[in-house]
């Protein structure tokens, strides 16, 4: 369809089919010969509003997809199709690692590829859009779904959501297997007081504006389809009806004309927040801020039309928000093709096939970070006695809670890959504990856990039966983490360390053997210091998906040298979050942190730097940096003027590793205080042993604005400092300076 025949089909429309439009129900609405029940009743839907929805949630699998669809189009007037949405995190059946994972990759071009395979996988299934990616910056890690972005850096997470998006959508989103990007949350969603999840933001305009929303601004440039809200308030306003926030920000300063959604029910919450009196005010509040599509909830439906014919608003809103969705209907080519690209033969075909497994094996590979290694690791092909003790010894379930069609039937365990892939040593695999105590309950989706050890007698005699394997090994791997239910949405923790069981696990393996390697499960930074202090070696795997246990495997006998670098820093204490490595110096810094002056910004019982930082991240070889130079020393204010930096980097180690290389840079004096330093530059580097590469990045103008006292987006003449190397507290500074 072309605009003008969209438009005559808006035209041409009942208020009741374009209210219909707006509205996103659940699949379960829509089951085989279901009639009004429950839900339909809380909501307040009638049962033709059912039948007219513009489209639908959790719904997946051609055939399923089909139905719904030709029931839904033959319902309606002018047999319009339906969206079909889902939230496709990381991978559809085959699981790539988390984002917060896939963040410690710096490889946005391999988190392109696990975006396309998600959405091949999705798009054959019927999927239409995904409720992906996460743009949320994310410095607080008692807040679950710190697993679902890519980490605490702006420049890192406008990078991953740029890929995402453009892995998602593909050339065109009419193209076959492409699905469209839902960015989201919007705003600062990741910034809950408290790191509670659905709580209250506080926090400037110019943080919003210079943090929070250019991870949010990239996925819109890249061409996402549609944004969703935010369940929070900012500016004391929640997300859904701030009019400033979705009208003059969001479609007037970021340039996005695409769909908004509401997040699930986030439009009725309005209510609960106290800012709307009924759900008539609600809808009308968010109306006005230009909310197209209400997800699960009933306020469009239900006051609408009485509000236009109170004159409260005009139709022409609705017609705006019917016109988008339209638009994105035909973007997708579904008044051509309804199905998409549902196909039941190509769903047996491409799910969960070589090619898929291969391409997410290699990016939880590339995930890895290598907290630890005093050269216990890599381990030996063969000659050695390696004892596995830990509740992911044998756990399939590998993936993370938004996994929402992952089965751990598709993924193996450790216990299943090691002895097959090398076969060289004895081994032993022990669980030792649970990952949760037997008596833990979890509410809420995909909230089942399955206990190896029912009672804590058994429990008891597994950790005894663990000690005995662990006292005749040469070497013991500790596989050890969070539940995945543990972490993701409504997943906030006030505390950030491994369960207390695991812990004991870890302190009487310690008693018999020291030469411990602990591999970590988990969708969050965590406070690891007790497991430092216990373990030879910290391999980092968060939630590594399908392939985990392969690419672990490969890990840990140097099959795959670790390459990973942290997305996001680890505490020394929960005391210490949010932190981030970007912060201010303040008036009185601390300085060194062996300083020991009183009066400075510090804490008495705690140093002020995380126990492993923004960037960090070790190999099984060495890498050493040369002199950073500059090809001149002053940069001038045209857009096109470039100061090239270079540093020579060797790999002065035995075998050969990939390096992050990266560059920070900071303002040195701004009309506003500025961070101490900020990732500008990175770039992943391949180097045989003993070989060394020069790496060099630009330095220009745009690079180097900021939000001024005057709130204008620009850059200010001055020094500044260029910082290149493996992590965010490299020191090889040099000077350079902007001129007007």
Not at 179 to 190: D, E, Q, R
Not at 314 to 337: P, S
Not at 442 to 462: H, P, R
């Amino acid at each position: 369809m072309n605009q003008q025949e969209l438009s005559k089909l808006c035209h041409d429309m009942s208020l009741e089919e374009k209210l219909g439009q707006l509205l996103q129900l659940e699949g379960f609405f829509f089951q085989e010969g279901g009639v009004m029940t429950g839900p339909e009743q809380r909501m307040g839907l009638e049962e033709n509003e059912k039948e007219m929805c513009g489209s639908v949630l959790n719904v997946w699998g051609a055939n399923n997809v089909k139905r719904i669809q030709d029931r839904i189009m033959a319902a309606q007037p002018h047999h319009i199709p339906a969206l079909f949405m889902l939230d496709v995190i990381h991978g559809f059946r085959t699981i790539a690692p988390a984002p917060i994972a896939q963040g410690c990759t710096f490889d946005p071009k391999m988190i392109y590829e696990g975006a396309r395979v998600a959405a091949k996988e999705s798009a054959v299934s019927g999927v239409h859009v995904t409720f992906a990616p996460m743009a949320d910056l994310s410095r607080d890690a008692r807040w679950g779904r710190v697993m679902e972005s890519t980490g605490e850096d702006k420049y890192l997470n406008s990078m991953c959501t740029r890929a995402m998006v453009k892995g998602f959508q593909g050339e065109n989103l009419a193209d076959p297997y492409s699905v469209g990007a839902c960015v989201k949350h919007f705003a600062a969603y990741g910034l809950p007081e408290g790191g509670r999840d659905y709580n209250t933001v506080e926090l400037s305009n110019r943080t919003l504006f210079e943090d929070y929303l250019p991870a949010y601004q990239a996925g819109i440039e890249a061409g996402a389809c549609s944004v969703m809200t935010s369940f929070n308030t900012l500016d004391r306003i929640p997300s859904s009806v701030n009019e400033w926030l979705m009208r003059d920000v969001l479609r007037d300063k970021m340039g996005f004309n695409g769909v908004l959604i509401s997040d699930y029910n986030a439009i009725g919450e309005a209510m609960k927040h106290g800012i709307a009196e009924d759900a008539k005010e609600a809808g009308k509040l968010a109306m006005k801020a230009g909310v197209d599509i209400e997800m699960m909830s009933h306020c469009y439906g239900s006051s609408i039309k009485e509000l236009i014919a109170e004159g409260e608003i005009d139709e022409e809103l609705v017609d705006e928000a019917v016109m988008r969705i339209l638009t994105l209907k035909n973007e997708l080519g579904l008044f051509e093709n309804p199905y998409k690209d549902a196909s039941e033969a190509e769903e047996i075909a491409y799910i969960l096939c070589k090619k898929h497994r291969d391409t997410m094996r290699k990016l939880s590979e590339e995930s890895f970070v290598l907290l630890e290694n005093d050269g216990i690791l890599p381990l030996k092909a063969k000659g050695q006695k390696i004892a596995f003790i830990g509740p992911y010894t044998k756990k399939q379930d590998l993936h993370s809670v938004w996994s929402i069609i992952a089965d751990e039937k598709d993924s193996k365990s450790l216990a299943d890959v090691v002895p097959k892939m090398f076969g060289g040593n004895k081994y032993t695999f022990e669980s030792g504990c649970n990952t949760v105590e037997v008596d833990t309950v979890f509410n809420g989706f995909n909230s089942t856990v399955a206990y190896e050890y029912d009672t804590k007698e058994a429990e008891e005699a597994a950790i005894i039966n663990a000690v005995e394997s662990a006292k005749k090994a040469d070497v013991v791997v500790m596989p050890l983490g969070e539940h995945r239910l543990q972490t993701g949405e409504a997943a906030s923790y006030g505390e950030l360390k491994l369960p207390e069981k695991q812990l004991e696990l870890l302190n009487r393996v310690y008693e018999v053997n020291h030469n411990i390697v602990v591999v970590l499960f988990n969708g969050r930074p965590l406070d690891l210091r007790s497991v430092k202090s216990k373990a030879k070696a910290i391999l980092e795997v968060w939630l590594p998906g399908t392939e985990g246990a392969s690419a672990i495997a490969n890990t840990l006998f140097g099959k795959n040298n670790p390459s990973g670098h942290l997305s996001m820093s680890f505490p020394y204490s929960v005391g210490q979050v949010p932190v981030h490595y970007d912060s201010f110096s303040t008036g009185r810094p601390k300085g060194k942190e062996s300083s020991n002056v009183k009066f400075c910004s510090r804490y008495i019982d705690l140093p002020n730097t995380p126990l492993y930082p923004f960037g960090h991240g070790l190999s099984y070889t060495k890498f050493k940096y040369g002199e950073v130079s500059l090809d001149k020393d002053t940069l001038t204010m045209t857009e096109s003027d470039v100061i090239e930096v270079s540093v020579p980097v060797t790999n002065c180690g035995e075998v050969d590793g990939t390096e992050v290389v990266q560059m920070y840079i900071q303002d040195v004096k701004g009309s506003v205080v500025r961070p101490v330093r900020e990732l500008k530059a990175f770039e992943r580097v391949e180097l045989k042993a003993g070989e060394t590469k020069i790496v060099r990045f630009a330095i220009t103008e745009p690079m180097l604005r900021f939000y001024d006292i005057r709130m204008n987006y620009t850059s200010e003449a001055g020094m500044f400092k260029v910082f290149v190397g493996g992590d965010s507290t490299c020191e090889m500074g040099i000077k350079f300076w902007l001129n007007r």
